[in-house]
Each structure stands twice: as C-alpha cells, then as structure tokens.
C-alpha cells in the first residue's frame, strides 16, 4: 500500500515538474517564463529531498531557483519592450519542415538517450563508489560523506569550481557598473529586513558548522549569506553589505585561496597536494569551508549586483548606503 | 611529481594576486606567465626523463580522488601554451593601457590559462567538465572586453553554445558513471567495451567536443568571436582554447574508446573536416579584415587536424598511426605560434592604423616592417609552405593518405593548400603596397617583438625541432599504463 | 536497479532533451538562458537517480557532490550571460 502511494506522489511530482518546464519554456511572457522556473526549481528541490539528497535540495533551493530566480527576474527588467502586437506569421513550409525535422530528430536523441541510461543502470553494481566513500571516509574527519567528497577527495575540483565563479563574478565586473535602479524601501520593507538578515546570518552559521555531520556545508551557507546581501540591496543598501576597495579583492579571492594556500603547505610539508593529516583533517576543512563561505557569498552578491560595485578600485560609495 | 601542480597553481596564484593588487597586474601577469613557462618546461623534462606519469591528488586510491596525467603529448601542449601566453602577456602589458581594463584581464587571462592547463594534465572526467566551463567561461568574459556592440553579442552566442557543449560533454560523463561507475580516465579505459551505451557514450562526448572545437557544421560562433575581441585575447582563443578540444579528442578516442573504432566515424569526422576545410577557407578568402580572414583560416585547421584525427581513429597501432600522429601534433603546434603572432600583428596594424581592413593595408610594410615581416612568415607557416613545420605535418599526413589510397582526402588538403596560398598572398599583397610616405627611420616597437619571434618558432625552429619532436611523441600508449 | 532510479532517470532525460530542442530554436536570448539551465537540471536528475540506492540505504555521496558543483557552476554561467544581455540592452539603448 505504501508502495503504491509513494509511487503515486512520485508520477504527480514528475508530471508538475515537467508541466512547469514545458510552461517556462513556452509561454509568450519572459516574467512568467522566469517565476515558472523558479517554481521548477523548487519542486526539483523537493525531487532532490524524495531521491535522499538533502545538500543538493539546499543548495538547489537557494542558488538554483532562488539566487538565478532572482538574477534572472532583475534580468527581464532589463529586457522590457513595450509590447507590440505581432503580425500574424504566415505559415511558412519551411519553417514547418525544419522545425518538425529538429523535433523528430530530438525525440529520437531522447529515445535513444533513455535505453542506453536504462540499460547502463544494470552494467554495474548498484553502490558503484558508495563503498569506497564510506570505507576513507573516517580519515576525513567528517561523517556527511558529501562533505567528504566536495571538501577531501575531490577538493581540487572544488577549488576549480570556485575559480569559475570567481571568472563570473570578474567577467561580470569587466562589462559594466552595477545596477542604479532600485525602489526606496518602505516601512515593511525597513522592518522586514531588521529581523531577516540577521536570521539569514544565524541560519547560514548553523549550515557551516552543521555541514560536517548533517547535510548543510559550505555552499549552501554561501547561499543563504547571499539571500541576506540581496534583501539587504533590495531595502536599499546599495553594495549589497559588501565590504569596500580593497577587503572585498580579498574576500573574492579568498575561497580559491583557502583552498591554494591548504594545499600548497601540505605539499611543501612533504605530503602529497592536498592530502591533509589524519587528525588535523576535520579542522582543516572547517577552516576552508568557513573561507569559502563569506567568500562564496560575496561572489555571488556581486554576480546578482551585475556589475563593478562603485568601491572596487577603493574608490567611495557613490550613493547613500541607506536611501533615504 | 609536483611540477604538475605548479601548472595549475602558479597561474591561478596569479589571478589571484591580479585581482587583490589591481594596480601591479601588469607587472604581477607577465611574472607568473615566465612562472608558468618555468612549470611547463619542468614537466617536459620530467617526461622525456621518466616518461609519463600519473599521479591521484591527495594520495587516495585511484577511483576515489581525482588522477593527474603527463606523458609526452601533454609535455608539448603544455610548453607549447607557455611560450604563447608568456609571447601574449608581454604583448598585452603593452596593448592594454587602461588600468581599469588591466584589473580584470590580467585575472581572467591567468584563470583562463589556468583553465587550460588543467584540462591538458587532468585524467578524470568530471574535472575534464568543470575545466571545460572554466576556459569557456573565462574566454566569453575576455571576449566582451573588446567594448564593441559586435564583441558583445559574438560573447554572449560564443558563452551560450558554449555551455551547450559542455552539458552535451557532460551528458556523456554522467552515462560513463552510470555505465561503469568510475570517473578516472585510466579505471575506464581499461573497462572500456564496445557495446550500445558505449556508442551513446563516444556520440554524446565527441558531439560535445565538436561544438567546443568549431568542427563545421559548429562553427558558426568561431568567426565573430575571435575577430571582435581583443588582440591578444584572440591569438589565446585561436591557438590555444581550440586546440584544448581537439587535445581531448586525441585523448578520448585511440585510448579510451578504441573499442568503438571503425570506419564509418573516420568517414564521418573526416568529412566534417574536409568541409571545414573547403569551407573556411574559402571564407578566409572573401574576408575583408585581417582578424576575420584569420578566424576562418582557423576553422580550415580545425579541418585538418579532424582529417588527421580521422585517421588515427581507425589505423591500428604501427608506424603509419605514429607518422599521422606526428603530422597532427605538428599542424596544430605551428597552427598554434602562426596564428598567435598572425592575431598579434594584426593587433600591432590595428593599434597603429586604427583599422584592420585589408584592402586598406597598402604601406604597412613602410611603417611596420618587423610586423609585415611577421605577417609573411605567419603566412608562410598557415600555407605551409617548408621550412615551416605544417609543410612537414602536412607531408606526413599526406604520405599516410597516399599509402591508403584515400584520393579524395589527397585533393582536399591539397586545394585546402592552394587557397590558403590565395588568401595569405592576397593580404600580403595589400600589406607590401606602396604607399607614398616620408621615409622613417626604421624603429621596432616592444609590441612588436612576441609575435615576431612566435612567427620565427612557426616557421623555422618548428622546422628544425620536428625531427626531435617525432621521436618524443610516443607512440599512444594510453592513461592506463 | 530500482524503478524509481529508471522513472527519474528517464524524467531527466526528457528535461535534458526538451531544453535543448529550445535552446536551439529561434528565441529570445533569456529563454534559450532558461532552456540551458533547464537541460543542466536534466543531467543533474540524471546524477541523482543514479546515486538513489533506495529508502533505506544511503546514497552514492559522489554524485551529489557533482551536482552540487553543477549547479555553482550553472549560476556563474548564467550570471555571466545576463550581464553580457544587459550591457548589449544598454548599447542598443544609446543608439535609439
């Protein structure tokens, strides 16, 4: 019986899932094509949370659907046209010809795609790396495995991975000036935000230091840190609570640094690159991670900023931080 | 052992240091690109001392921690990237005037050649995916730094298929997981069968690799890209991030999938390429810019280098794969420094004359002679005309077909030669033009100096360092040993 | 090899493949950004099902540590795009 419910959840999951994606993707308005996405995004959070992912549906809740949401709804902003009423396109035979090609051939791709996953699934045992995960995973010094992967025995990956955030948030800053736009917050606004972000804050703490042993960790802290800089644009401080000039060079560049720095020593202590020691290991990833963290959340308070922020080059804040 | 390291370490230092110290970027840039030389020719020594290595960061065991690898192709790559960027760095504490403009490209330029360094020593297939997204991420935001509306939207087309080709990459990586459990290059290799989901796997991966490498018909974001953005940023982008997806076709296909290798992708790559060859050249001819005639001349390589590839899918081991090899690796090395000291130049005529139109050029040779000196040999190295080293990579290549029988391919390569003549001998003529202008003394601008010597290795030290060069290719023996 | 591996599984493929039919297409540039980051999501399903070992078991953390730089990843490239938009809008703005 419990089978056949779980089963009924899962079919009613997938099909609003997928009901959401086909609406992002095809209706004619750009705003509700973004608001259906982060709806998708939510609800692939929950899938996340059903496939016993816990991490993943954090960080999928805060940087998939709410941190792109958000960027990407400051995005359509940017792209308003007054709405013109378009022209009755003519039907075109070529156009039908080459668009009912593309889908067959991408429904053939998918077809082809599906079997070779299906029949992939059964090449293999099932636990696939689980076993060796969890046989090192006490040289960690950590119990959430994820944890142990992101931050031990795939950390040069991560480091990578923040590198790229850091080409973003560069790229970002090289193209323009940040956004000058935004509305004076009002009352509510005021006090919502008294109250929020130092939640936020607390919550984001809690995630970093949960992170060794339950799911949480560094990213998903990051995540939440950011949800604060961006409430905190969005009720009128300008910079977002970025730091100024030249502490905020540091702070973006500080999560890959961590994660250098650690490395670089252990290799200069005649380990090999990144193999830290046994009873030091635990700390040392609380100490990368808690880098990363503020780091991570800079980097994406700018990125969400779209622009240089007036203070980069240590210049001043060219607005009031409060608007008044 | 650790000279691996310092490839992906020192650039990234730099970028750092870049992005902390914006007004010592300059300085800070050219340092670590010498720095980043120093690691490359230090891990070429290593190779060629104990031959390749390989290597599992944090000592896990292999599976669980992500493997590096360096064996002689990746030994050349990697040098072949330093003396570049070392050549662009110099190039760019010149050409970049601006400090606001230095802030941001030092950074991204360094993780960009991080990116790249990264891609030619990893061994496991995820890191492949995140290095992939670092360089094309890092290359669009350098693109858009050329400021023009067109540098802009070439960015954006160049970011998006871009990511295209990475999910598509990835969506093999995640079969291979799914299939064999195993992320490392060298677990897989040995595990690897010619079966369905492995078919799905090579399709999804080689797809991928072909829009990352602007195979034809996935070539169409190329041209813009590298002709609007800057000097520099467009020598990178044509020697270098091109070639890190053809490195990895080399990498993935006599290795890994060798199983899969039959004639009918042979037929289909080589067509490809073929085309792109036909194609781009014949583009290249109707260019009315310098920076445009050389991006289409680079999607003509690309044809040549897939041609190449082509062939090694399907020759069995022996000396014939080897000879093929060698051409390959041989084109794309003088490709890389011709292409580089072509886009350095053009950056040189540009800065100079404020255009790039090539029916515009006449009397370049008056005030820019090192540079039109460099536009020859870049020429001389493209066409493939000896002593250059593509003279030699296209006659082993050549030999091999012959051997074959292959006709067709023969025909192309050769018409492919005959129109790069007709372009470079076209933008030649216009660049030896005279003009009347009051004579000058002759003075060489520092700005002037790496593409000059880049076009001097594509055409004469290339020549002479082939002979070395085939003999420290090995012969393929895989990740796995 | 479970049957809820080969129900999401196949969801992610159609989501993988769907997003990219629409990236392909003659769109506005933020739809083909949303058609991308919808494919990425595909492949992050794709991940998942493969880590899913059951209701009692724990999963295969690998994976998750995969999608969780796939998704970083996603946004800084996404990040990225939309500035790029942006500015091209501000140059096309000048020119009216």
Redesign the interface.
């Not at chain 2, 960061?57 to 065991?61: A, E, F, N, R």
């Not at chain 2, 599976?63 to 992500?66: A, E, N, P």
């Given at each position: 019986m419990e089978n056949i419910a779980w089963s009924a959840f899962d079919v009613l999951l997938i099909a609003a899932t997928l009901s959401l994606a086909w609406a992002s993707l095809t209706t004619e308005h750009l705003r509700r094509a973004v608001i259906f996405f982060i709806a998708f995004g939510l609800l692939l959070s929950l899938i996340w949370l059903r496939l016993k992912a816990p991490d993943v549906a954090l960080a999928e809740a805060a940087i998939g659907a709410g941190l792109t949401g958000a960027l990407l709804l400051a995005a359509v902003a940017d792209h308003q046209k007054p709405i013109n009423k378009k022209p009755d396109q003519k039907f075109s035979l070529a156009d039908f010809v080459a668009n009912t090609f593309l889908n067959l051939l991408f429904i053939a791709f998918a077809i082809v795609f599906g079997a070779a996953y299906t029949f992939a699934l059964n090449e293999v045992n099932d636990s696939r790396l689980t076993d060796i995960v969890f046989q090192h995973l006490p040289g960690t010094g950590v119990t959430n495995p994820v944890t142990g992967v992101l931050l031990d025995f795939r950390a040069y990956d991560t480091m990578l991975e923040l590198a790229v955030l850091l080409a973003a948030a560069l790229g970002v800053m090289a193209i323009g000036k940040t956004r000058r736009d935004f509305v004076k917050p009002g009352d509510m606004e005021r006090g919502l935000s008294q109250w929020l972000i130092p939640t936020l804050i607390i919550l984001s703490l809690y995630l970093l230091w949960a992170g060794a042993n339950a799911p949480g960790g560094a990213f998903q802290a990051a995540a939440l840190l950011a949800a604060a800089g961006v409430v905190m644009r969005l009720t009128g401080y300008v910079d977002g609570g970025l730091p100024q000039g030249i502490w905020l060079r540091v702070l973006l560049v500080s999560g890959v640094g961590g994660f250098l720095l650690v490395s670089l020593i252990m290799m200069f202590a005649g380990r090999i690159y990144f193999d830290y020691p046994e009873s030091w290991a635990g700390s040392l990833i609380l100490l990368i991670e808690s880098m990363a963290t503020i780091s991570i959340a800079a980097t994406l308070v700018v990125a969400y900023l779209c622009g240089q922020p007036d203070t980069w080059f240590g210049g001043q804040q060219k607005e009031n931080k409060h608007a008044d | 052992m650790?000279s691996i390291?310092w490839l992906v370490?020192i650039p990234?230092?730099g970028?750092?240091l870049c992005?902390?110290f914006?007004r010592l970027a300059n300085r800070i840039g050219w340092m670590f690109a010498a720095g980043n030389m120093l690691a490359a020719l230090l891990v070429m020594h290593t190779v060629s001392q104990e031959g390749a290595f390989h290597y599992v960061?944090?000592?896990?065991?292999q599976?669980?921690?992500?493997a590096l690898f360096a064996d002689s192709l990746t030994a050349l790559m990697v040098v072949m990237s330093a003396i570049i960027a070392l050549a662009v760095s110099i190039y760019s504490t010149a050409y970049f005037t601006d400090t606001?403009?230095q802030?941001?490209?030092w950074?991204?330029w360094l993780?960009l050649l991080?990116?790249l360094n990264?891609l030619f020593v990893s061994a496991?297939l995820?890191?492949l995916y995140?290095?992939l997204?670092?360089l094309g991420?890092?290359a669009?935001?350098l693109t858009?730094?050329g400021g023009s509306?067109e540098a802009?939207?070439a960015?954006?087309r160049y970011?998006?298929i871009g990511?295209?080709g990475s999910?598509?990459f990835?969506?093999g990586v995640?079969?291979v997981?799914?299939?064999?459990?195993?992320?490392d290059i060298a677990v897989l290799t040995q595990q690897f069968q010619n079966?369905?989901?492995s078919?799905?796997?090579a399709t999804?991966m080689t797809l991928g690799l072909m829009i990352k490498a602007a195979l034809l018909p996935m070539h169409f974001w190329l041209p813009p890209a590298h002709a609007n953005a800057p000097a520099p940023v467009s020598a990178v982008l044509s020697a270098l991030v091109v070639k890190a997806a053809i490195y990895l076709m080399l990498r993935l296909w006599p290795d890994i999938f060798y199983p899969l290798a039959n004639i009918g992708i042979s037929y289909v790559l080589g067509g490809l390429g073929a085309a792109a060859i036909m194609w781009g050249s014949y583009q290249a001819l109707r260019a009315q810019r310098i920076k445009l005639l050389a991006a289409y001349s680079t999607v003509a390589q690309v044809g040549y280098l897939f041609l190449g590839l082509s062939l090694i899918i399907v020759l069995p081991d022996g000396e014939l794969r080897h000879a093929v090899m060698v051409g390959v690796v041989l084109l794309a090395l003088t490709h890389a420094f011709a292409k580089a000291a072509l886009f350095l130049a053009a950056g040189v005529i540009m800065q100079r004359g404020g255009h790039d139109r090539i029916s515009d050029l006449d009397g370049t040779a008056q005030t820019l002679p090192v540079t039109t000196f460099t536009l020859a040999l870049a020429c001389v190295a493209l066409i493939g005309l000896p002593p250059s080293g593509a003279f030699l990579g296209k006659w082993q290549l050549l030999t091999v077909l012959l051997h074959e029988g292959l006709w067709f391919w023969i025909i192309v390569v050769l018409s492919g030669s005959l129109l790069s003549a007709a372009y470079a001998f076209r933008l030649l003529g216009h660049a030896f033009g005279k003009k009347n202008i009051p004579h000058k003394r002759l003075a060489i601008g520092l700005e002037e100096l790496p593409a000059l010597v880049l076009s001097l290795i594509a055409t004469l030290v290339l020549a002479f360092a082939s002979a070395p060069v085939a003999k420290f290719i090995q012969p393929l023996s895989g990740v796995s040993q | 090899m479970l049957i809820d591996q080969i129900l999401y599984g196949l969801c992610g493929i159609v989501l993988f493949t769907f997003g990219l039919r629409i990236a392909f297409s003659p769109v506005h540039f933020l739809r083909r950004l949303l058609a991308i980051n919808v494919a990425g999501a595909g492949l992050f399903l794709l991940l998942l099902s493969v880590a899913y070992r059951g209701f009692d078991q724990a999963p295969d953390a690998v994976p998750h540590a995969l999608v969780l730089t796939g998704i970083v990843v996603a946004f800084s490239a996404t990040a990225l795009a939309v500035a790029l938009a942006r500015q091209l809008q501000n140059r096309d703005k000048e020119n009216e």
């Open positions: - | 650790n390291i370490a990234l230092l970028a750092l992005t902390v914006p960061i944090g000592g896990w065991s599976g669980l921690g992500i606001k403009k802030a941001f490209y950074p991204l993780l991080t990116a990264a496991d995820f890191n995140v290095t997204e670092l991420l890092a669009a935001a858009a730094m509306k802009l939207s960015a954006i970011l998006l990511l295209i999910l598509t990835l969506a995640v079969l997981y799914t299939a064999y459990g195993t992320l079966n369905k989901v078919w799905a796997i999804l | -």
